[in-house]
């Protein structure tokens, strides 16, 4: 990693002061939610949305369930971001389980609705543990679904990239080649799946520049309060969860607000540092929940025009 005298000045910076002094909040961020499974998981996500959107986000994102299993919900939920709120809202899209005829409808679907953004992906397989398969007259991979998008409108496209290595990959090599593909077929940025320690993510920006890739590479940030949830969407995504992390949370079961602090310190202190990297953007996946992007945001400067109801209330409480 090429480090310029402003990257020395700002680390020495973040060294010697406080650590979260005179951040410049030049930062952009995004945020992505996942589908409501029913009425009372909507309202809360939309409470999460309208909290998060006077930070004035890059865009924010919505997931695609395993299988398409959220296909409709997704719609809907991307949908409403984009016709009630001044957010510019991006629509995942994977390749399971549906042929290239359906994929393109449901993105003829988001084109109609006014979505420009999709995040493309190749998923996760709908049973747990089995090896991805391509559907029979579907996208083969993320690769050849960016392309199929771009053929069919000029959607903006983000994929996904692995700082530490996708576990279907058979090397890192084999890795940042699937990557560089995805981009070399249309999408404009990757998102990284998250990670927990700022040497992660500077180590495979490293490895991406040496393969010839200039693409922005947007670290994903998931603030962690259940550590045992957490190692369930590590294990699947080959992340590592370092052993200090397991144990600042010991003894927090029972005391969820201590555990949204401990949380939020965290996340932040790595998001401090990857600024301090250079850093300018960052992906929050805020699992619906948007006190601890909201804190996190506010620590390196970002500002909202006006503190959210939701916010505020849970302030006082």
């Not at 084999?174 to 995805?182: E, I, P, Q, S, T």
Request: overall charge negative; charged content about 20%.
């Amino acid at each position: 990693m090429t480090i310029s005298i402003n990257q020395l000045e700002e680390a020495r910076r973040a060294l010697e002061a406080p650590l979260f002094a005179d951040v410049a909040g030049d930062a952009l961020v995004s945020f992505e939610f996942f589908p409501p499974k029913n009425d009372k998981m909507e309202e809360a996500q939309w409470e999460a949305v309208k909290a998060l959107e006077p930070l004035g986000p890059q865009f924010v994102s919505v997931t695609y369930g395993a299988g398409g299993s959220t296909r409709e919900r997704t719609h809907a939920a991307v949908a409403r971001i984009e016709r009630e709120t001044s957010l510019t809202a991006a629509a995942h899209l994977t390749c399971v389980e549906a042929t290239k005829e359906e994929i393109n409808e449901v993105a003829e679907g988001y084109w109609a609705a006014g979505i420009r953004h999709i995040v493309a992906l190749r998923g996760d397989p709908p049973v747990m543990g089995t090896k991805f398969v391509s559907h029979p007259g579907g996208y083969e991979n993320a690769a050849a679904l960016v392309a199929g998008l771009k053929q069919l409108h000029p959607f903006e496209v983000s994929v996904a990239a692995y700082p530490e290595c996708h576990p279907d990959s058979r090397s890192v090599e084999a890795d940042l080649d699937n990557l560089k593909r995805k981009l070399d077929a249309g999408a404009s940025r990757a998102i990284t799946q998250f990670f927990f320690s700022p040497e992660t993510y500077f180590r495979f920006r490293d490895r991406v520049a040496a393969a010839g890739i200039t693409a922005e590479i947007l670290p994903g940030i998931l603030p962690v309060s259940n550590v045992a949830q957490t190692r369930k969407f590590a294990a699947m995504c080959n992340a590592e969860i370092p052993d200090w992390m397991g144990r600042l949370f010991e003894g927090l079961d029972d005391h969820p607000g201590t555990r949204q602090l401990v949380a939020a310190t965290i996340a932040a202190e790595m998001c401090r540092k990857l600024y301090a990297g250079g850093v300018r953007g960052f992906h929050f996946y805020t699992l619906n929940r948007a006190e601890l992007s909201f804190a996190i945001c506010h620590l390196l400067g970002i500002r909202a025009k006006s503190v959210p109801a939701t916010i505020a209330t849970a302030a006082a409480a």
